[in-house]
């Protein structure tokens, strides 16, 4: 059977533990998260076919933590308009240089995606591409060399977090593309393999089929030990 880990599965819903590194989704023959579930659903089921496999989110390949499949294609729709109405609740932890001040609030940026390039910049409200961002914090802990930190997502913007902590000189460890100084996780020799301390890790949407509420969480990943932080 796959090593994917399943963190919840019904016959409308597949929830997994992304492991940070691994693409959530790419083309045939690369390495993915996607991938993954596909074959973890045709081994399981023994289906001689296609797998159909819906996905209503992702999560970046430097992030490690909780995602959203869906197993048909009306699971698939009514979840992507959950996404898209903001009524998935979303909580990230992350490992940040320096300790934001105060304890717990909330960041409001504009931002905008730079064109060809996987990075986002912050930006004017008046431009035309301007994307409002906002999160709410909470210190969870302060460390030697950092902060545990608690994000809860009002919006979904391309590398929110990772840009807005920057912004406010608390970059993520290892994420070098956002100004960090600090490494993180295993050496890498690729600066795509590298990882970044962000873990999606619980999400809560209303069941597709149901509707009462489903809360997923993931478990710490190995790396994360280093610093004794709570599981």
């Keep these: 059977m796959s090593a994917l880990r399943v963190l919840f599965e019904d016959n409308h819903c597949l929830v ?13 023959g690369v390495p993915s998260l996607e991938a993954e579930a596909r074959a973890y659903l045709k081994e399981k089921y023994g289906k001689a076919g296609n797998v159909y496999l819906g996905i ?10 909780v995602l959203l499949f869906a197993k048909s294609s009306k699971s698939a729709a009514r979840l ?16 940040v240089e320096g300790v934001p001040a105060p304890a ?6 504009w931002l905008r995606k730079l064109k060809d390039e996987a990075r986002t910049v912050q930006s004017q409200p008046e431009e035309e591409v301007a994307k409002e ?10 460390l030697d060399a ?27 460890w290892g994420d070098q593309d956002y100004g960090a100084t600090r490494k993180f996780g295993p050496t890498t020799e690729s600066k795509r393999d590298r990882i970044i301390a962000l873990h999606a890790r619980r999400l809560t949407f209303l069941h ?15 790396h994360w030990e280093v610093v004794n932080l709570p599981t």
Aim: avoid cysteine; glycine fraction near 8%; hydrophobic fraction near 40%.
């Design 56 to 65: 209503p989110h992702r999560l970046d390949r430097p992030v490690s933590g």
């Design 146 to 172: 950092g902060a545990l930190v608690e994000f809860v997502l009002e919006t979904g913007r391309m590398h929110q977090i990772r840009l807005q902590a920057s912004l406010r000189g608390h970059p993520l």
């Design 208 to 222: 597709p089929i149901r509707y009462d509420p489903v809360i997923v969480e993931a478990p710490l990943p190995p």
């Design 133 to 142: 961002a906002v999160l709410r914090y909470r210190v969870l802990r302060e």
């Design 104 to 109: 717990e609030g909330q960041w409001r940026d």
């Design 16 to 28: 997994v533990d992304k492991p940070a590194g691994l693409l959530t989704q790419a083309p045939a």
């Design 80 to 95: 992507a308009e959950q996404f898209r109405e903001r009524g998935v609740h979303k909580v990230y932890w992350g490992l």
